[in-house]
């Protein structure tokens, strides 16, 4: 496994898509400060799971996505995508990954609205995905393959307890601890299963005797119910044909009243219509009345406007001779205001004068001194140059001789601890070579048993997941379909109750005459009435229906000879008036056909005949009754309209008000054309209900039956995931089982492997050093006595350089003094100009506004006379036109007088014939109130007969015009309950006596007792105690499976636990042997080493580091320099790198303290492990820099914008620089004294 790509979009300052190969060996990536190197090193942290913001140097996740720049706009989103070759098969299975390829990308996205995505191998997926890929690897966010300058106190500072994490991370035991975890999160959700299953074990015995005793209850219930709905039934069936006959009575009744009502009715409306004829006679006066009232109203009111004119004009003459006085004084005193700012303005002009001189003489004296100054400030700058230049050189020659006396130093202590690391080296050798050999065997054993558990457990889990989520989606869709069925079969009920309401009233025709409804029983000559023949719109029933009145209850018939033979049978039996049309005499006749209009009209609104469909026999007829009908909306178009067509037309409004041609208005209040009252809007009713009840039906069906297919579905589902879930649980115990012990193996023969290769590269590194110690100490000594000479040097050419600096400095004061001095007085003079500038400009300003005014007031003076004249000419025509009007009024006040002589006349003859009008309205009132009483009574025992009907439908679930009347017989006993029996009617004759409805009653009223003693009853009882008998045994095997799975769990946790010790304890113990031999290589001595803090809890306990550097006796590692602790640090990091190296590593600014004696040591030891694990180093070292193979540059070429340059280096120094990158360093050869230098 090896690092192979980062590609960054969008993180930190890398706005655009930047991608960055890695090769095998050393990558260095350097730059200058503050170009976003680290910012490479927080990517690969973040795209391993980062979730720190604080860790990524952020207060939020958000702060991670490019912020923009001051040419830039910030972006929505940030994405790091990691690519890892290498990866082993099983260790991708082993990680529960199924991916045909060796290669793994892992990509994560944040937006700033806080939404983060992983991706592995772009396919979605968790973070926990990620984490378990790289478990026991060395690899991840916290482990030890990223290593920051910050991490190395943080390591040596933490608290023991988290130090020992990446300690467990190269134990290899962070998956064991995981599954751990895991295993003790579901022995606790198994405890609480086991919990809830013995209260709810509890709960159901409980309720099983409960429900016993319900279910005999309710059985009883059931058979005295049956006995009640039989007697009951009986009984009503006999009340209703009792109310069948008092309707039929009432109905007789009913008819004869209508008969007589409609005569009166139709002497009322003749009476009416006279009166109305009159009153419109007097309407016409009383507008002729008002329009002549109105004449004087408006003569007079032009009089009071003319008298109100003249007024007027007398006042506009005053206010002229005024507005003259008082422009002439105004025009004086502006023009001795003129003449003092004149004089102002000149005193101005001539001091800005003044000023303006003495300015430009300081000028000219300021220029002067200002050139003196930049001549000495430029001798003094030469001179603090040459004086910079000579202290860097003196420095960097000291630099140069202290780092070469410590290289000295530190070659002699590296070659005496050489020695005694190779004796030890060889011997360990042998040891590891013979375990190894143990491993190999082992593990072939295990590895063909775990790929079998682990396939059978893929199998099992997808099974019981399928069942889980197709038992959830059957849940919400009973639910759904539940609810749509209650609410369907709720509308269905409502709408078949008013359909049968409907079509009563229409079979009965509500609203007929009495003669209307005889003739229509006639059915054999009659086609119908012509309400039946029509249809209309919903919205337009109300104004047909006012248009059409009576006619709606026509009857309709062939011949004439077949109406008048209806109208003689109505005469001879006294059963009303009727009207019927005989459609032969309309076919011919084409009377109306002129008046129909074919089109819409604006004014007049639309055809009435338009608005009607019928058959074609009809059209003749509609063509009589409706031709000269139009609608419009309301009353007002209707008068408009009429006026119009010149009372032409009869117009009716969308409210059901009537124009007639004659003029009349008829009006007042009226039903919605839904109302079960109106004729025409029964039938568009019954039209819509029928539709909606079929398909409120339709719908209830298919829904009843979608609901049984998911019942029964559910119930076959729950009893496969209880099966499948018990076989998944055996299985993934068996899994963590051997997954367990095959891991560890693993770990410990890669262990092995990494010390056997680790200890003869140490082998031959440290004879190669030795021979290189030799070689560069003896190039040191000379280098040493070079540096000393140059520093004596550089020391007194400072000396002089400081003298002459002071000189030029005293000098630089003094011209400093002169030039400020000028600068003051110029200052002063150029305030004192603007001011006078600024006051020369408001005078000119008044002078200017004073003219203007006085040329104004002028003009107005002048057109003072003509308005005058004006004004007297239009108070003489006001006086002429006053008299005119006067003699107009005296002649319009006398036709005034004429019309109401003539008005009350008409008055008089009206209220004549409105007394006649309410001796007929009287009779018929009372007509009305006694067909009124009777209709009351019948619709009474309608209701009571429909009480009846529904109290029958709704308590027993049948029609009670289904009902078969039966004969009953009832013989009470002393003692027990009375006997009933059911006898046929030829047994009732024989008997001779007929069934005593009284005895049934009461027999129904002391069911009804027993009933009502029982209390309430559970009906479903017994349905609820066969399913409670039923789940208290499923719960009984449920908490047997659970008290199994505890102890499942409970056997795995202890071989984790044995399992993890023993691997911690043997990597434990490697890593603090090698730590203390690092220790003392890489410091050339002292004293280091790693302890529990408590050896009782091996699995928990904390770990400290203690280091003593040689010569030094401290008690704690916070009291070591930032250099000790960085080796420190790095002799830890590669201790455990001798027991587990990680793949990669990530190494940032980790050698900044270094001097350079510790950098060599630094780069000495990681070279040892170059062929075992890649290394992305982050620096700005310039030995560093020339190990790398790959180098990598960091620039802002744009402000804030981080780009990448790269070379790749070869072995000899030649640059193989790959195409579409710039180079940004070529590499020398490795010898002493070489520096790379950066090209930007």
Same mark, same amino acid.
């Given at each position: 496994?090896?690092?192979?790509?980062?590609?960054?979009?969008?993180?930190?300052?890398?706005?655009?898509?930047?991608? !960055?190969?890695?090769?095998?060996?050393?990558?260095?990536?350097?730059? #200058?400060?503050?170009?976003?190197?680290?910012?490479?090193?927080?990517?690969?942290?973040?795209?391993?799971?980062?979730?720190?913001?604080?860790?990524?140097?952020?207060?939020?996740?958000?702060?991670?996505?490019?912020?923009?720049?001051?040419?830039?706009?910030?972006?929505?989103?940030?994405?790091? %995508?990691?690519?890892?070759?290498?990866?082993?098969?099983?260790?991708?299975?082993?990680?529960?990954?199924?991916?045909?390829?060796?290669?793994?990308?892992?990509?994560?996205?944040?937006?700033?609205? +806080? +939404?983060?995505?992983?991706?592995?191998?772009?396919?979605?997926?968790?973070?926990?995905?990620?984490?378990?890929?790289?478990?026991?690897?060395?690899? &991840?966010?916290?482990?030890?393959?990223? @290593?920051? *300058?910050?991490?190395?106190?943080?390591?040596?500072?933490?608290?023991?307890?988290?130090?020992?994490? /990446?300690?467990?991370?190269?134990? &290899?035991?962070?998956?064991?601890?995981?599954?751990?975890?895991?295993?003790?999160?579901?022995?606790?959700?198994?405890?609480?299963?086991?919990?809830?299953?013995?209260?709810?074990?509890?709960?159901?015995?409980?309720?099983?005797?409960?429900?016993?005793?319900?279910?005999?209850?309710? =059985? =009883?219930?059931?058979?005295?119910?049956?006995?009640?709905?039989?007697?009951?039934?009986?009984?009503?069936?006999?009340?209703?044909?009792?109310? *069948?006959?008092?309707?039929?009575?009432?109905?007789?009744?009913?008819?004869?009243?209508?008969?007589?009502?409609?005569?009166?009715?139709?002497?009322?409306?003749?009476?009416?219509?006279?009166?109305?004829?009159?009153?419109?006679? @007097?309407?016409?006066?009383?507008?002729?009345?008002?329009?002549?009232?109105?004449?004087?109203?408006?003569?007079?009111?032009?009089?009071?406007?003319?008298?109100?004119?003249?007024?007027?004009?007398?006042?506009?003459?005053?206010?002229?001779?005024?507005?003259? +006085?008082?422009?002439?004084?105004?025009?004086?005193?502006?023009?001795?205001?003129?003449?003092?700012?004149?004089?102002?303005?000149?005193?101005?002009?001539?001091?800005?004068?003044?000023?303006?001189?003495?300015?430009?003489?300081?000028?000219?004296?300021?220029?002067?001194?200002?050139?003196?100054?930049?001549?000495?400030?430029?001798?003094?700058?030469?001179?603090?140059?040459?004086?910079?230049?000579?202290?860097?050189?003196?420095?960097?020659?000291?630099?140069?001789?202290?780092?070469?006396?410590?290289?000295?130093?530190?070659?002699?202590?590296?070659?005496?601890?050489?020695?005694?690391?190779?004796?030890?080296?060889?011997?360990?050798?042998?040891?590891?070579?013979?375990?190894?050999?143990?491993?190999?065997?082992?593990?072939?054993?295990?590895?063909?048993?775990?790929?079998?558990?682990?396939?059978?457990?893929?199998?099992?889990?997808?099974?019981?997941?399928?069942?889980?989520?197709?038992?959830?989606?059957?849940?919400?869709?009973?639910?759904?379909?539940?609810?749509?069925?209650?609410?369907?079969?709720?509308?269905?009920?409502?709408?078949?109750?008013?359909?049968?309401?409907?079509?009563?009233?229409?079979?009965?025709?509500?609203?007929?005459?009495?003669?209307?409804?005889?003739?229509?029983?006639?059915?054999?000559?009659?086609?119908?009435?012509?309400?039946?023949?029509?249809?209309?719109?919903?919205?337009?029933?109300?104004?047909?229906?006012?248009?059409?009145?009576?006619?709606?209850?026509?009857?309709?018939?062939?011949?004439?000879?077949?109406?008048?033979?209806?109208?003689?049978?109505?005469?001879?039996?006294?059963?009303?008036?009727?009207?019927?049309?005989?459609?032969?005499?309309?076919?011919?006749?084409?009377?109306?056909?002129?008046?129909?209009?074919?089109?819409?009209?604006?004014?007049?609104?639309?055809?009435?005949?338009?608005?009607?469909?019928?058959?074609?026999?009809?059209? #003749?007829?509609?063509?009589?009754?409706?031709?000269?009908?139009?609608?419009?909306?309301?009353?007002?178009?209707?008068?408009?309209?009429?006026?119009?067509?010149?009372?032409?037309?009869?117009?009716?409004?969308?409210?059901?008000?009537?124009?007639?041609?004659?003029?009349?208005?008829?009006?007042?209040?009226?039903? %919605?054309?839904?109302?079960?009252?109106?004729?025409?809007?029964?039938?568009?009713?019954?039209?819509?209900?029928?539709?909606?009840?079929?398909?409120?039906?339709?719908?209830?069906?298919?829904?009843?039956?979608?609901?049984?297919?998911?019942?029964?579905?559910?119930?076959?589902?729950?009893?496969?995931?209880?099966?499948?879930?018990?076989?998944?649980?055996?299985?993934?115990?068996?899994?963590?089982?051997?997954?367990?012990?095959?891991?560890?193996?693993?770990?410990?023969?890669?262990? !092995?492997?990494?010390?056997?290769?680790?200890?003869?590269?140490?082998?031959?590194?440290?004879?190669?050093?030795?021979?290189?110690?030799?070689?560069?100490?003896?190039?040191?000594?000379?280098?040493?006595?070079?540096?000393?000479?140059?520093?004596?040097?550089?020391?007194?050419?400072?000396?002089?350089?400081?003298?002459?600096?002071?000189?030029?400095?005293?000098?630089?004061?003094?011209?400093?003094?002169?030039?400020?001095?000028?600068?003051?007085?110029?200052?002063?003079?150029?305030?004192?100009?603007?001011?006078?500038?600024?006051?020369?400009?408001?005078?000119?300003?008044?002078?200017?506004?004073?003219?203007?005014?006085?040329?104004?007031?002028?003009?107005?003076?002048?057109?003072?006379?003509?308005?005058?004249?004006?004004?007297?000419?239009?108070?003489?025509?006001?006086?002429?036109?006053?008299? &005119?009007?006067?003699?107009?009024?005296?002649?319009?006040?006398?036709?005034?007088?004429?019309?109401?002589?003539?008005?009350?006349?008409?008055?008089?003859?009206?209220?004549?014939?409105?007394?006649?009008?309410?001796?007929? $309205?009287?009779?018929?009132?009372?007509?009305?109130?006694?067909?009124?009483?009777?209709?009351?009574?019948?619709?009474?025992?309608? @209701?009571?007969?429909?009480?009846? $009907?529904?109290?029958?439908?709704?308590?027993?679930?049948?029609?009670?015009?289904?009902?078969?009347?039966?004969?009953?017989?009832?013989?009470?006993?002393?003692?027990?309950?009375?006997?009933?029996?059911?006898?046929?009617?030829?047994?009732?004759?024989?008997?001779?006596?007929?069934?005593?409805?009284?005895?049934?009653?009461?027999?129904?009223?002391?069911?009804?007792?027993?009933?009502?003693?029982?209390?309430?009853?559970?009906?479903?009882?017994?349905?609820?105690?066969?399913?409670?008998?039923?789940?208290?045994?499923?719960?009984?095997?449920?908490?047997?499976?659970?008290?199994?799975?505890?102890?499942?769990?409970?056997?795995?946790?202890?071989?984790?636990?044995?399992?993890?010790?023993?691997?911690?304890?043997?990597?434990?113990?490697?890593?603090?042997?090698?730590?203390?031999?690092?220790?003392?290589?890489?410091?050339?001595?002292?004293?280091?080493?790693?302890?529990?803090?408590?050896?009782?809890?091996?699995?928990?306990?904390?770990?400290?580091?203690?280091?003593?550097?040689?010569?030094?006796?401290?008690?704690?590692?916070?009291?070591?320099?930032?250099?000790?602790?960085?080796?420190?640090? /790095?002799?830890? !990091?590669?201790?455990?790198?001798?027991?587990?190296?990680?793949?990669?590593?990530?190494?940032?600014?980790?050698?900044? #303290?270094?001097?350079?004696?510790?950098?060599?040591?630094?780069?000495?030891?990681?070279?040892?492990?170059?062929?075992? %694990?890649?290394?992305?180093?982050?620096?700005?070292?310039?030995?560093?820099?020339?190990?790398?193979?790959?180098?990598?540059?960091?620039?802002?070429?744009?402000?804030?914008? %981080?780009?990448?340059?790269?070379?790749? @280096? &070869?072995?000899?120094?030649?640059?193989?620089?790959?195409?579409?990158?710039?180079?940004?360093?070529?590499?020398?050869?490795?010898?002493?004294?070489?520096?790379?230098?950066?090209?930007?």
């Amino acid at each position: 496994m090896y690092l192979k790509n980062l590609t960054v979009l969008g993180f930190k300052s890398f706005a655009d898509k930047t991608s !960055l190969n890695f090769q095998p060996g050393v990558t260095a990536i350097v730059g #200058p400060n503050g170009c976003g190197k680290s910012n490479v090193s927080d990517a690969v942290r973040w795209v391993l799971g980062e979730q720190s913001a604080k860790a990524l140097r952020g207060g939020e996740m958000a702060d991670v996505i490019f912020n923009g720049t001051d040419h830039r706009k910030p972006l929505g989103m940030a994405e790091v %995508s990691l690519t890892i070759g290498g990866v082993d098969q099983e260790h991708l299975k082993a990680s529960g990954i199924e991916i045909p390829y060796d290669e793994v990308t892992l990509t994560r996205r944040v937006f700033r609205d +806080g +939404g983060s995505e992983y991706f592995l191998n772009k396919t979605p997926c968790r973070l926990k995905d990620i984490q378990q890929l790289f478990m026991g690897t060395g690899v &991840g966010r916290t482990s030890y393959s990223i @290593m920051a *300058q910050g991490n190395i106190t943080q390591i040596l500072s933490s608290k023991p307890d988290d130090r020992r994490l /990446v300690f467990e991370e190269a134990a &290899g035991i962070t998956k064991f601890k995981a599954q751990k975890k895991e295993a003790l999160r579901k022995l606790e959700q198994t405890d609480q299963n086991l919990l809830r299953v013995d209260d709810l074990i509890r709960e159901v015995k409980r309720q099983i005797g409960s429900l016993q005793r319900q279910a005999g209850k309710a =059985r =009883r219930f059931k058979q005295l119910m049956q006995e009640m709905r039989h007697l009951d039934t009986q009984l009503a069936r006999h009340q209703f044909d009792v109310l *069948q006959g008092e309707i039929q009575d009432r109905s007789q009744r009913a008819d004869a009243l209508r008969a007589q009502i409609e005569s009166t009715s139709e002497e009322v409306l003749r009476c009416e219509d006279e009166i109305l004829q009159l009153r419109a006679r @007097m309407s016409l006066l009383e507008q002729e009345i008002s329009l002549t009232q109105q004449q004087g109203i408006e003569l007079k009111g032009q009089i009071e406007r003319h008298e109100s004119r003249i007024q007027f004009n007398e006042q506009r003459l005053q206010e002229l001779d005024s507005q003259h +006085g008082k422009a002439l004084a105004e025009i004086k005193q502006a023009e001795e205001r003129i003449a003092v700012s004149q004089a102002e303005l000149g005193i101005v002009e001539q001091r800005l004068d003044e000023t303006r001189l003495r300015l430009e003489g300081h000028r000219q004296l300021l220029e002067e001194r200002r050139e003196a100054l930049q001549g000495v400030e430029g001798e003094l700058s030469n001179r603090q140059e040459g004086l910079r230049q000579a202290q860097s050189a003196a420095f960097a020659s000291a630099q140069s001789l202290s780092r070469v006396r410590n290289e000295i130093n530190s070659l002699d202590l590296l070659k005496q601890g050489n020695i005694v690391r190779l004796e030890k080296l060889s011997a360990e050798k042998v040891q590891l070579e013979e375990e190894r050999l143990r491993l190999d065997s082992r593990l072939q054993e295990f590895n063909l048993s775990v790929e079998t558990f682990r396939l059978n457990v893929l199998t099992s889990r997808g099974t019981v997941e399928e069942r889980q989520q197709r038992l959830r989606d059957i849940q919400v869709e009973l639910n759904q379909v539940g609810q749509q069925l209650d609410g369907i079969l709720r509308q269905q009920a409502e709408g078949r109750s008013r359909l049968t309401v409907l079509e009563q009233l229409v079979a009965d025709h509500e609203g007929f005459s009495g003669g209307s409804l005889a003739a229509l029983k006639q059915t054999e000559r009659v086609i119908g009435s012509l309400a039946d023949r029509i249809r209309v719109p919903t919205e337009h029933i109300i104004p047909i229906e006012a248009a059409l009145g009576q006619n709606l209850q026509l009857v309709l018939t062939e011949r004439p000879g077949v109406a008048e033979e209806i109208l003689a049978d109505l005469a001879a039996n006294r059963r009303g008036r009727a009207s019927i049309a005989a459609l032969e005499l309309l076919h011919s006749d084409t009377e109306n056909a002129s008046a129909s209009s074919p089109v819409d009209d604006p004014v007049l609104g639309r055809h009435a005949l338009d608005l009607v469909e019928a058959d074609l026999f009809i059209q #003749p007829l509609l063509q009589r009754l409706l031709g000269r009908t139009r609608v419009v909306r309301d009353l007002a178009a209707a008068t408009q309209a009429w006026i119009a067509s010149g009372g032409a037309w009869e117009f009716v409004t969308l409210e059901g008000q009537h124009l007639s041609r004659q003029g009349v208005y008829t009006g007042g209040s009226a039903g %919605s054309g839904k109302a079960p009252a109106s004729i025409l809007g029964r039938k568009n009713q019954i039209e819509e209900l029928q539709q909606s009840v079929a398909r409120f039906t339709e719908q209830s069906n298919e829904l009843s039956r979608a609901k049984g297919a998911l019942v029964s579905e559910q119930t076959t589902l729950q009893a496969g995931l209880l099966e499948a879930q018990t076989a998944l649980r055996e299985q993934e115990v068996a899994v963590a089982t051997h997954q367990g012990e095959l891991n560890a193996l693993q770990g410990s023969l890669r262990s !092995l492997r990494q010390k056997i290769d680790t200890v003869v590269y140490e082998v031959q590194s440290l004879s190669a050093h030795d021979a290189e110690g030799a070689e560069k100490r003896s190039a040191l000594g000379a280098r040493a006595a070079e540096l000393e000479a140059r520093e004596k040097q550089s020391q007194e050419e400072i000396v002089s350089l400081n003298e002459s600096v002071d000189s030029l400095r005293l000098q630089r004061e003094e011209a400093s003094a002169r030039l400020t001095e000028i600068k003051v007085m110029l200052a002063g003079d150029e305030q004192l100009a603007t001011s006078f500038d600024r006051q020369k400009q408001p005078i000119e300003q008044r002078i200017r506004e004073l003219r203007q005014l006085a040329e104004q007031r002028t003009q107005e003076i002048g057109g003072f006379g003509a308005r005058k004249h004006q004004y007297e000419a239009e108070m003489e025509e006001s006086r002429r036109q006053i008299i &005119g009007l006067q003699g107009q009024r005296e002649r319009v006040n006398v036709r005034a007088a004429e019309l109401v002589g003539e008005k009350q006349g008409q008055e008089a003859v009206v209220a004549a014939g409105e007394e006649q009008l309410r001796d007929r $309205r009287r009779h018929l009132t009372d007509c009305q109130q006694l067909r009124s009483s009777l209709e009351v009574e019948l619709a009474q025992k309608a @209701m009571s007969a429909q009480n009846l $009907r529904e109290r029958v439908q709704q308590k027993y679930q049948v029609r009670l015009e289904d009902i078969r009347s039966e004969c009953i017989r009832i013989t009470f006993a002393d003692e027990g309950p009375a006997r009933v029996e059911t006898l046929s009617p030829e047994d009732m004759v024989a008997s001779g006596v007929g069934t005593d409805w009284a005895a049934v009653s009461e027999q129904v009223g002391a069911l009804q007792g027993r009933i009502d003693e029982m209390g309430p009853v559970n009906l479903v009882a017994i349905e609820e105690y066969e399913e409670t008998e039923q789940r208290y045994q499923f719960l009984t095997q449920q908490q047997q499976d659970l008290v199994k799975a505890k102890e499942q769990l409970l056997d795995v946790l202890n071989r984790i636990n044995t399992q993890t010790r023993e691997m911690f304890v043997a990597t434990f113990q490697q890593i603090r042997d090698n730590f203390r031999a690092m220790f003392v290589e890489i410091f050339g001595g002292g004293k280091a080493d790693l302890i529990l803090v408590d050896e009782n809890d091996v699995l928990e306990s904390g770990i400290d580091i203690v280091a003593r550097p040689p010569g030094k006796q401290l008690q704690s590692i916070s009291l070591l320099s930032g250099g000790e602790q960085t080796m420190t640090a /790095v002799a830890l !990091l590669f201790s455990i790198y001798q027991v587990k190296p990680s793949p990669f590593c990530v190494l940032d600014e980790l050698d900044a #303290p270094l001097d350079e004696s510790n950098i060599n040591r630094f780069i000495r030891v990681l070279q040892r492990f170059l062929e075992h %694990s890649q290394f992305v180093i982050i620096t700005h070292n310039k030995r560093t820099i020339g190990m790398a193979d790959v180098l990598y540059g960091v620039t802002m070429q744009e402000q804030g914008v %981080s780009r990448i340059v790269s070379v790749k @280096m &070869g072995k000899e120094g030649e640059d193989h620089g790959r195409p579409l990158v710039s180079p940004v360093a070529e590499k020398p050869p490795k010898e002493e004294g070489t520096e790379v230098a950066m090209a930007k």
